[in-house]
């Protein structure tokens, strides 16, 4: 996806003249113009069409965990520059830059938290920050999660909203993440773990090349783009016309990648009967 148009989505982009800025959003799906709170209350989902609006990462977590129940783990992992990496800003300026717009150290969060009274380890990556790619924090903590999911002998479930996969300005150092959550992920399945992969808009790269589609059971939210790279780039590449609903979550789940689609409102109910059908 297209990061200023994804941005534009999820800030409803600029406001009507006369309106203060996002009070109204317009919905990329069915192009309506609907009323932000009212999307709000419907857990950011178009009252219109149903579309799926981005959430990011806090409102996630109110959203599916237990009320007051989420407890964070490993806020002291700060990302670092160790390439002196510059593209058209230099990287650190970048991340000092993204911080200051989420409010986040990087671009996942991970902890402890009950699904209604069922306890598991949480983790989301959230588009707003460099559109969720997996830099070492994302990998680090990820991983982290996974094998205090291990330890404690927990449901691991993992949030995916990630636009790209491996953080460039990063090297190496990033690309390895995909490699180091995987194993994680190996060992908590060989120590008989539920992990439950859900996919939300987008999930792409590297990210969907990893943990998001490693899932025992993957649940995505209607009408999400995962794929791992974009549809310009595969066309390139094969010189093939790509099927219709390519890369969609309905796509996914008529092939066989995605075991079910679950609307957002339905997702917290969903996660709870999952787990417990999983694990008596
Ligand atoms: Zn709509």
Redesign the pocket.
């Known amino acids: 996806m297209n990061p200023n148009e994804a941005r534009a989505n999820m800030t409803g982009g600029r406001g009507k003249r006369g309106v203060p800025e996002g009070l109204w959003i317009r919905?990329?799906?069915?192009?309506?113009t609907?009323f932000r709170k009212e999307a709000e209350v419907r857990l950011n989902v178009?009252?219109?069409?149903?579309?799926h609006f981005y959430l990011p990462a806090r409102e996630r977590i109110r959203q599916l965990l237990d009320e007051e129940s989420f407890e964070e783990w490993f806020t002291e992992l700060r990302p670092c520059d160790p390439l002196g990496f510059k593209d058209r800003v230099p990287y650190a300026e970048r991340l000092q830059a993204e911080q200051a717009k989420t409010g986040m150290a990087d671009a996942a969060v991970v902890g402890r938290g009950f699904i209604r009274g069922r306890p598991v380890v949480f983790g989301v990556t959230d588009f707003a920050f460099m559109a969720g790619s997996m830099g070492s924090v994302v990998g680090e903590k990820l991983t982290r999660a996974a094998e205090e999911a291990t330890r404690l002998q927990l449901p691991l479930i993992f949030v995916s909203g990630s636009g790209g996969g491996a953080r460039m300005q990063e090297g190496i150092l990033s690309l390895m993440q995909m490699a180091k959550v995987s194993a994680a992920l190996g060992r908590y399945d060989q120590a008989g773990g539920l992990y439950i992969s859900i996919l939300t808009n987008p999930t792409m790269g590297g990210v969907a090349a990893s943990f998001a589609l490693q899932g025992d059971i993957t649940l995505a939210e209607p009408k999400a783009l995962i794929g791992f790279a974009g549809k310009r780039t595969i066309m390139q590449t094969v010189r093939l016309e790509l099927p219709e609903g390519f890369q969609t979550s309905e796509f996914l789940f008529q092939h066989g990648f995605v075991d079910r689609i679950v609307a957002r409102k339905d997702l917290r109910t969903e996660l709870a009967r999952v787990i417990d059908y999983c694990e008596h």
């Open positions: 919905c990329p799906q069915c192009k309506a609907i178009c009252p219109e069409c149903e579309h």
